[in-house]
């Protein structure tokens, strides 16, 4: 099986976050990959190692030609990588970055997509279907567990009420949750292998997209304002020293919910 | 002043509509002269009835097989017939699973952008102003769409006020005439993770655990306490993830929007993407051993505590007034 697996470097959620003077995320530091792909990239080694064929290829669109959320995702074991980054695709939205993989992903054949459901940073959950609309496959989002079948893939989908079980005849496209496999960690050997593994760095002109279609132009919306939530006060902190309880009772009785 | 017309895709949760779907349809009918609700189910009155007293004039059945999801059969429908009609000034999606897909490859097929994650749309010089949160909800962003429409939004549940605004209304059943790519997703089977007691989204108590409590087993005093105040249970993603409850009771950036009366939170640290889904809520208690854990700086009553000491004694304590 031949799987493209999207990829997101953004900026590391463990540091301070900043809007940039167009008030958008400041991207302009160094980026990391984005946890919430890191169960794309084990999902689709599994499926590749358990039937013995075929490879996983990680495709990203990122600023400055960031690579090191690729080296990481290398390391972990997927064989080659694809960049596209480009100057006018800064301020893309999601459709925008749905239209560049799109067309960067079907200069190959490809068995399978995987997203993740959202990324850490932006968390729309909505770029999944629109890539799987533009490539024209069929797709099963925010899916929890994928099992092979005969050329097709058996997977469960999660609903507001529980889940799906779904099947999905390839070529397709899923999207897949947080906690759906146990990621792997990258060891010495993947960390070296993954230096000298290609990564391919393509330009928006190496797509044919125009640059009116996608980046700030694309997005075709503004920011009017940028406010500071109201935050909530906090009430009393108190110790429990084995009669906690008794203060949350009288609390209770208080908003008359006892 | 409101713009002329307003789709809205609306779910159903089993056999009754969303309560978030009937928000949405109470905020079209406000900033708009008329209101299309595109359902997915056919000939149900007291369904067709609910939307039009929140002020749909418009219901159209989309009529699919039950194996192809509705998000994507709901796309195809619009996009067809905004090929052959008028196009709509804006859509509302709820951000729910169907509600994104919808959304997405709708705005694929017509090359629209969409706005999501959002909280708050109001009419400002008779254009629609969308706000969403950013940095786990401590900074507001509020955007327009400067492009032709029709405007597509993803609107999370408990942004507007329900309000009745009875109107009459018309339906018309539209089937899906090419699904293509969408055939080759077929649903085999749907599985209901049974829950009994409130929903989380409308209880007036939402008792919720996390990763404090130290395990699956120990999940059951969130379970019981719940039971005992009537309430909903809640979970943050980190229990989620572990496996202890399915997705469905997860509060949260990627989980529920709850505004309780009262929320009760019994070893969760209070990450902002857990915040942001409960921060609304009227009245919140906290049970955390870690007095510099950030859900007390958003708690009414913060308990310095062990949940396995705490809340077993609550518990005990409850049970002995009710008995009285
Ligand atoms: C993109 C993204 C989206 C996310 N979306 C969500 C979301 O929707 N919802 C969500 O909840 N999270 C979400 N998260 C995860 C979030 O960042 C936190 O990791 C998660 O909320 C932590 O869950 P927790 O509070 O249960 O666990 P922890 O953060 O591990 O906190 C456990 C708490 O329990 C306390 N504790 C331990 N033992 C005891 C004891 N015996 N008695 C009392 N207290 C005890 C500890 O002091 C600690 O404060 C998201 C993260 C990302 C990156």
């Given at each position: 099986?031949?799987?493209?697996?999207?990829?997101?470097?953004?900026?590391?959620?463990?540091?301070?976050?900043?809007?940039?003077?167009?008030?958008?995320?400041?991207?302009?530091?160094?980026?990391?990959?984005?946890?919430?792909?890191?169960?794309?990239?084990?999902?689709?080694?599994?499926?590749?190692?358990?039937?013995?064929?075929?490879?996983?290829?990680?495709?990203?669109?990122?600023?400055?030609?960031?690579?090191?959320?690729?080296?990481?995702?290398?390391?972990?074991?997927?064989?080659?990588?694809?960049?596209?980054?480009?100057?006018?695709?800064?301020?893309?939205?999601?459709?925008?970055?749905?239209?560049?993989?799109?067309?960067?992903?079907?200069?190959?054949?490809?068995?399978?997509?995987?997203?993740?459901?959202?990324?850490?940073?932006?968390?729309?959950?909505?770029?999944?279907?629109?890539?799987?609309?533009?490539?024209?496959?069929?797709?099963?989002?925010?899916?929890?567990?994928?099992?092979?079948?005969?050329?097709?893939?058996?997977?469960?989908?999660?609903?507001?009420?529980?889940?799906?079980?779904?099947?999905?005849?390839?070529?397709?496209?899923?999207?897949?949750?947080?906690?759906?496999?146990?990621?792997?960690?990258?060891?010495?050997?993947?960390?070296?292998?993954?230096?000298?593994?290609?990564?391919?760095?393509?330009?928006?002109?190496?797509?044919?997209?125009?640059?009116?279609?996608?980046?700030?132009?694309?997005?075709?919306?503004?920011?009017?304002?940028?406010?500071?939530?109201?935050?909530?006060?906090?009430?009393?902190?108190?110790?429990?020293?084995?009669?906690?309880?008794?203060?949350?009772?009288?609390?209770?009785?208080?908003?008359?919910?006892? | 002043?409101?713009?002329?017309?307003?789709?809205?895709?609306?779910?159903?949760?089993?056999?009754?509509?969303?309560?978030?779907?009937?928000?949405?349809?109470?905020?079209?009918?406000?900033?708009?002269?008329?209101?299309?609700?595109?359902?997915?189910?056919?000939?149900?009155?007291?369904?067709?009835?609910?939307?039009?007293?929140?002020?749909?004039?418009?219901?159209?059945?989309?009529?699919?097989?039950?194996?192809?999801?509705?998000?994507?059969?709901?796309?195809?429908?619009?996009?067809?017939?905004?090929?052959?009609?008028?196009?709509?000034?804006?859509?509302?999606?709820?951000?729910?699973?169907?509600?994104?897909?919808?959304?997405?490859?709708?705005?694929?097929?017509?090359?629209?952008?969409?706005?999501?994650?959002?909280?708050?749309?109001?009419?400002?010089?008779?254009?629609?102003?969308?706000?969403?949160?950013?940095?786990?909800?401590?900074?507001?962003?509020?955007?327009?769409?400067?492009?032709?429409?029709?405007?597509?939004?993803?609107?999370?549940?408990?942004?507007?006020?329900?309000?009745?605004?009875?109107?009459?209304?018309?339906?018309?059943?539209?089937?899906?005439?090419?699904?293509?790519?969408?055939?080759?997703?077929?649903?085999?089977?749907?599985?209901?993770?049974?829950?009994?007691?409130?929903?989380?989204?409308?209880?007036?108590?939402?008792?919720?655990?996390?990763?404090?409590?130290?395990?699956?087993?120990?999940?059951?005093?969130?379970?019981?306490?719940?039971?005992?105040?009537?309430?909903?249970?809640?979970?943050s993603r980190a229990v989620v993830d572990a496996g202890w409850v399915p997705y469905a009771f997860q509060?949260?950036?990627?989980?529920?929007?709850?505004?309780?009366?009262?929320?009760?939170?019994?070893?969760?640290?209070?990450?902002?993407?857990?915040?942001?889904?409960?921060?609304?809520?009227?009245?919140?208690?906290?049970?955390?051993?870690?007095?510099?854990?950030?859900?007390?700086?958003?708690?009414?009553?913060?308990?310095?505590?062990?949940?396995?000491?705490?809340?077993?004694?609550?518990?005990?304590?409850?049970?002995?007034?009710?008995?009285?």
């Open positions: 099986m031949k799987i493209a697996v999207c990829v997101k470097q953004i900026p590391d959620p463990a540091s301070e976050l900043f809007l940039d003077p167009k008030n958008r995320l400041d991207r302009t530091g160094k980026l990391v990959l984005d946890d919430a792909d890191t169960y794309g990239i084990e999902m689709a080694l599994r499926l590749v190692e358990d039937g013995n064929e075929g490879e996983v290829v990680l495709f990203s669109m990122a600023p400055h030609n960031e690579v090191a959320g690729l080296r990481t995702g290398l390391s972990l074991g997927a064989s080659r990588a694809v960049l596209i980054s480009d100057d006018v695709l800064s301020n893309s939205d999601s459709l925008s970055t749905a239209k560049v993989l799109s067309a960067a992903i079907s200069q190959e054949d490809f068995d399978l997509v995987i997203t993740g459901t959202e990324s850490t940073d932006g968390y729309s959950g909505i770029m999944a279907a629109q890539l799987a609309e533009l490539m024209q496959l069929p797709s099963v989002t925010f899916v929890k567990k994928v099992t092979r079948t005969q050329g097709d893939l058996l997977v469960e989908r999660q609903t507001e009420l529980g889940f799906d079980e779904v099947k999905l005849k390839l070529p397709g496209l899923i999207s897949l949750t947080a906690g759906s496999v146990e990621p792997r960690y990258p060891n010495f050997k993947g960390i070296m292998a993954a230096k000298s593994k290609p990564i391919k760095q393509l330009l928006l002109s190496d797509l044919g997209i125009d640059a009116s279609e996608v980046g700030t132009n694309g997005a075709r919306q503004e920011i009017v304002d940028v406010t500071v939530a109201p935050t909530r006060a906090s009430g009393d902190v108190i110790e429990d020293t084995g009669e906690g309880y008794v203060k949350i009772v009288e609390y209770l009785e208080a908003l008359k919910i006892v | 002043m409101a713009i002329d017309s307003v789709w809205v895709f609306v779910e159903l949760r089993g056999d009754s509509l969303s309560t978030a779907s009937l928000e949405l349809v109470s905020q079209a009918s406000r900033v708009a002269h008329t209101v299309t609700a595109f359902l997915g189910k056919q000939g149900d009155v007291s369904v067709f009835e609910l939307l039009s007293k929140y002020g749909a004039n418009k219901i159209i059945e989309i009529n699919r097989a039950p194996e192809i999801a509705l998000g994507g059969a709901a796309a195809f429908v619009m996009a067809s017939k905004i090929s052959k009609e008028k196009s709509p000034s804006a859509i509302f999606f709820e951000a729910s699973y169907e509600g994104r897909d919808a959304a997405g490859r709708l705005s694929a097929k017509l090359d629209r952008p969409i706005l999501t994650n959002i909280t708050a749309l109001e009419l400002k010089d008779n254009e629609l102003l969308a706000s969403n949160a950013i940095f786990g909800g401590n900074m507001m962003v509020s955007t327009r769409f400067t492009g032709a429409g029709p405007q597509l939004f993803v609107i999370r549940a408990k942004s507007f006020v329900l309000e009745p605004n009875p109107v009459e209304y018309a339906t018309e059943v539209v089937g899906l005439e090419e699904p293509r790519h969408l055939t080759n997703a077929q649903i085999l089977n749907s599985y209901q993770e049974v829950r009994t007691g409130p929903k989380l989204e409308d209880a007036t108590v939402v008792v919720a655990g996390g990763r404090g409590l130290g395990s699956k087993d120990q999940f059951s005093l969130v379970e019981n306490l719940a039971q005992l105040l009537n309430g909903a249970v809640g979970a509060v949260g950036q990627t989980g529920k929007t709850v505004k309780p009366m009262l929320y009760i939170a019994l070893g969760i640290s209070g990450a902002t993407q857990h915040m942001v889904g409960m921060k609304g809520a009227r009245n919140i208690l906290a049970i955390n051993k870690d007095r510099s854990a950030p859900i007390f700086s958003i708690a009414d009553l913060g308990v310095v505590g062990d949940v396995n000491k705490v809340v077993p004694a609550l518990i005990e304590a409850l049970k002995e007034k009710i008995a009285k």
